[in-house]
């Protein structure tokens, strides 16, 4: 996105409304404008049924390229019949090509657009910044921040660690325990420690704006540790299955731990609690 944005060009990115959302806004690395992948209308670009209705198919065409990081070769004809240039691009990185992000960035060669350097932060609007000001009343300056989710059991430490280390590093005071409509069970040893405030409810946007405040924040390889990075929050990832050399969260102020043979099991509270404390 910043490359493409420090071409001179507009950008519109096709993802799903729920997380999506989080990359538009007013910075050099973020986008204009969302089309919601997950509307009836985008059916069509899956199955070979010809230009898709009205106004979903208008604003595909109002494009001049597009990258299409998908496998789905009906897609590629679909965003073809619509949009003058489509640039495949395969979503899942081999292990050799180095990190994720560069490997997208890749794509953009053959627009003639460079990628350098790392991302410029995500930037707030005064909507982020309102939908955020509640928890930071709540919480005080550097707090520390917590995620206990993922996206999949495989990837996630153990609850009763993570609460280990928040008793550690909150140093008696207010600290954010981050919930997604999917954490509960994650998060329910924690949601009892003292000095929780739990942040549930927040767009993707609020809970970054909300995030870039913290003096640490401590989580698996999932959606929320990627957008703390993001936000600038100084980031410390946890992983196991997945690599972090692909994986990782991008952000100038970032470092992982991996459990051993890519176990989570295999990493201990002490070095969370050591590597967060040198972070911070």
């Known amino acids: 996105m910043a490359a493409l944005r420090r071409a001179g060009h507009g950008v519109t990115l096709l993802a799903p409304a729920s997380s999506g959302t989080a990359l538009v806004g007013p910075g050099p690395a973020e986008v204009d404008r969302l089309v919601a992948w997950d509307r009836p209308e985008a059916a069509g670009l899956l199955l070979d049924e010809g230009p898709p209705p009205g106004g979903f198919r208008d604003a595909i065409a109002a494009h001049d390229a597009a990258l299409a990081f998908t496998r789905n070769t009906a897609i590629h004809r679909a965003l073809g019949a619509l949009i003058p240039r489509v640039v495949a691009g395969d979503p899942s990185p081999p292990a050799a090509a180095g990190h994720s992000s560069w490997w997208y960035a890749r794509s953009l060669a053959s627009l003639g657009i460079a990628a350098r350097g790392k991302p410029p932060l995500l930037e707030p609007t005064a909507a982020d910044q ?151």
């Open 130 to 280: 309102a939908e955020a000001a509640p928890f930071l009343d709540a919480l005080g300056p550097g707090f520390l921040a917590v995620h206990p989710g993922s996206g999949s059991p495989a990837k996630s430490w153990r609850a009763d660690r993570f609460a280990s280390v928040a008793v550690a590093l909150h140093e008696g005071r207010q600290w954010l325990l981050v919930e997604g409509p999917a954490d509960g069970d994650a998060a329910r040893s924690l949601a009892v420690l003292p000095g929780v405030v739990r942040g549930r409810g927040l767009s993707p946007r609020g809970l970054g704006a909300l995030l870039a405040r913290a003096s640490l924040y401590v989580g698996n390889d999932s959606g929320v540790s990627h957008l703390a990075a993001a936000w600038g929050s100084p980031t410390l990832a946890l992983f196991g299955p997945t690599d972090p050399a692909v994986w990782c969260p991008v952000g100038p102020k970032v470092r992982w731990i991996r459990g051993a043979g890519g176990d989570m099991d295999r990493i201990a509270v002490e070095d969370v609690v050591g590597a967060a404390r040198r972070l911070r």
